[in-house]
C-alpha cells in the first residue's frame, strides 16, 4: 500500500503538532536527518522557536515516520525532550504522533523524489522481508 501525503496534510500536521505543544516551552526544534528537516522547519515558523544541530533538554524532536524506533531511541534519555512524528507504524507509547499507520505502508512524502520511489520502496520491502 503507497500513501501519497500531501503539502495539505503536512500543513495540517504542522498545525496540529503546533496545537499539542503550544503551552510547552521548548528550548528548540531539532529534526532527525533526512526524514525530519521539513517537520523542525515549519514547526520552528509555527512555533517561532529555533533549529537546533543537536537534541538539547527540552527540546522539540520530530522525524517522519517512527518504524522501528531505532532512531528515536537514541534520543529517548534527554531530559525534558518531547517527540513527536508525522507517521507511527506502532501504537506510540513515550512518542507523539499525527497518525498510525499500517507497517506494510510506503508513505511518499512530497519533497521526495517522486521518480524513484518505485525502487525505494521495493528496497523497503525487502529489507523488512514483506515479500
Do not use: Q
Amino acid at each position: 500500500m503507497i500513501n501519497h501525503f500531501t503539502w495539505d496534510e503536512f500543513d495540517k500536521s504542522v498545525e496540529y503538532i503546533a496545537n499539542k505543544c503550544k503551552s510547552s516551552e521548548f528550548s528548540g526544534v531539532y529534526g532527525v536527518p533526512r526524514g525530519g528537516l521539513c517537520l523542525a522547519v515549519a514547526l520552528s515558523h509555527k512555533l517561532k522557536i529555533n533549529i537546533i544541530s543537536e537534541p538539547t533538554k527540552n527540546s522539540l524532536i520530530v522525524d517522519d515516520v517512527y518504524e522501528t524506533g531505532i532512531t528515536l531511541n537514541t534520543f529517548k534519555n534527554i531530559e525534558g525532550a518531547m517527540f513527536f512524528v508525522l507517521f507511527s507504524k506502532i501504537k506510540p507509547t513515550w512518542w507523539n504522533t499525527v497518525k498510525i499507520s499500517e507497517k506494510r505502508e510506503w508513505i511518499v512524502f512530497p519533497w521526495e523524489d517522486t521518480k524513484n520511489f518505485h525502487s525505494d520502496h521495493d528496497e523497503y520491502i525487502i529489507k523488512r522481508g514483506l515479500i
